[in-house]
């Protein structure tokens, strides 16, 4: 079992950055591909950035350029610096952990751009 648990979202204006940063628990962190996902309302959950165990990127084509996912294996940690953040950034930001068969997600962290 792997706990999972986001903060660093609020509110921003337009242009502005975030940090977000998910902590991990319960295993070992460095086994895992780590994920950031988003959900606005009304619309499906969608992958933002994914990091592997080599540290290996990817990210959709939405946010590259402005988003950079990076983790720390040390600290059991994965970070989602966001910049340059537009409104159509606005969601509900998910952790995700996923080896073969197991996937672990924490609560959701809101990020609101807004002027």
């Known amino acids: 079992q792997v706990q999972l648990v986001e903060s660093g979202g609020g509110l921003v204006q337009p242009g502005g950055s975030l940090r977000l940063s998910c902590a991990a628990s319960g295993s070992i962190f460095s086994i895992y591909t780590m994920g950031w996902y988003r959900q606005a309302p009304g619309k499906q959950r969608e992958l933002v950035a994914a990091?592997?165990?080599?540290?290996?990127?990817n990210y959709s084509n939405s946010v590259k350029g402005r988003f950079t996912i990076s983790r720390d294996n040390a600290k059991n940690t994965v970070y989602l610096q966001m910049n340059s953040l537009k409104p159509e950034d606005t969601a509900v930001y998910y952790c995700?952990?996923?080896?073969?068969?197991?996937?672990?997600w924490g609560q959701g962290t809101q990020v609101t751009v807004s002027s």
């Open positions: 990091i592997t165990t080599g540290g290996n990127t």
């Open positions: 995700n952990a996923k080896r073969i068969l197991q996937s672990y």
